[in-house]
């Protein structure tokens, strides 16, 4: 059984709970379970009623568009340190209009969305921080939604490693969490595609493929590649 962390004694609060009083952490405390997911495993469905906002305490999730297409659409990878859900806030039919599933095992704190509200309507600076969050979010679906419309294959396998290099894994070299399928849904490509996309960086020096792990050896020319679409 794992450990229930409140959150007054938590030592891996988001960057917008540290922001909060003692007696508000309580109150999220008290309004908050604490669940373990398994990888694979779907944390959240697109479609449900959204009564709880997300805080990701450990692992990696994906944010994915369900579709009538044979594939789903990833919108994003979430790093631990998360809050997830924040676009369901104050939103009154209360829908979600997205799925999360743990990309592996993985450790989530539901906590009421009402609450959430709450703090933000008492503490300015929590409320400061909740918008900036919400503001990173938009400008990563606009550039997402760029690189889909108007990039070509090797442009948008390069915009994807991009941001798995330096916005969630801050690192050159990285796990590969998500299978070649995750990242064609990643980057709206076939996996066939993806496939011989990366064969081709790797066979041009850009990039090294060890199994479930990938270096990024030439950044300077996967930007270029990225840039030119």
Same mark, same amino acid.
């Given at each position: 059984?794992?450990?229930?962390?409140?959150? +007054?004694?938590?030592?891996?609060?988001?960057?917008?709970?540290?922001? $909060? %009083?003692?007696? &508000?952490?309580?109150?999220?405390?008290?309004?908050?379970?604490?669940? %373990?997911?398994? #990888?694979? &495993?779907?944390?959240?469905?697109?479609?449900? *009623?959204?009564?709880?906002?997300? =805080?990701?305490?450990?692992? =990696? !999730?994906?944010? =994915?568009? &369900?579709?009538? $297409?044979?594939?789903? $659409?990833?919108?994003? @990878?979430?790093? !631990?340190?998360?809050? @997830?859900?924040?676009?369901?806030?104050?939103?009154?039919?209360?829908?979600?209009?997205?799925?999360?599933?743990?990309?592996?095992? !993985?450790?989530?704190?539901?906590?009421?969305? #009402?609450?959430?509200? #709450?703090?933000?309507?008492?503490?300015?600076?929590?409320?400061?921080?909740?918008?900036?969050?919400?503001?990173?979010?938009?400008?990563?679906?606009?550039?997402?939604?760029?690189?889909?419309? +108007?990039?070509?294959?090797? /442009?948008?396998?390069?915009?994807?490693? @991009?941001?798995?290099? &330096?916005?969630? *894994?801050?690192?050159?070299? *990285?796990?590969?969490?998500?299978?070649?399928?995750? $990242? !064609?849904? *990643?980057?709206?490509?076939?996996?066939?595609?993806?496939?011989?996309?990366?064969?081709?960086?790797?066979?041009? /020096?850009? @990039?090294?493929?060890?199994?479930?792990?990938?270096?990024?050896?030439?950044?300077?020319?996967?930007?270029?590649?990225?840039?030119?679409?």
């Amino acid at each position: 059984m794992f450990q229930q962390v409140k959150c +007054q004694a938590c030592k891996s609060k988001s960057a917008c709970f540290s922001t $909060l %009083h003692d007696s &508000e952490l309580v109150l999220a405390n008290d309004n908050k379970v604490q669940i %373990h997911f398994k #990888k694979g &495993e779907v944390i959240s469905k697109q479609g449900s *009623f959204v009564t709880h906002i997300m =805080y990701l305490r450990n692992g =990696y !999730a994906k944010i =994915y568009k &369900e579709t009538s $297409l044979e594939h789903n $659409l990833i919108l994003d @990878i979430i790093p !631990a340190g998360k809050l @997830i859900g924040l676009t369901s806030l104050f939103n009154q039919d209360n829908i979600a209009r997205f799925s999360v599933a743990a990309l592996e095992n !993985a450790t989530v704190c539901s906590i009421d969305r #009402k609450t959430i509200e #709450k703090l933000i309507h008492q503490n300015n600076q929590f409320a400061q921080c909740i918008i900036q969050s919400m503001n990173k979010e938009s400008i990563h679906f606009y550039d997402k939604m760029a690189s889909l419309t +108007q990039k070509q294959m090797n /442009g948008r396998v390069a915009d994807a490693l @991009i941001y798995l290099s &330096e916005n969630i *894994f801050k690192s050159k070299k *990285f796990r590969m969490i998500l299978s070649r399928k995750d $990242l !064609a849904e *990643f980057t709206g490509m076939s996996m066939m595609s993806v496939v011989r996309t990366l064969k081709n960086m790797k066979t041009e /020096g850009i @990039i090294q493929d060890n199994k479930s792990d990938i270096v990024i050896k030439d950044l300077n020319n996967l930007k270029r590649i990225s840039l030119k679409g």
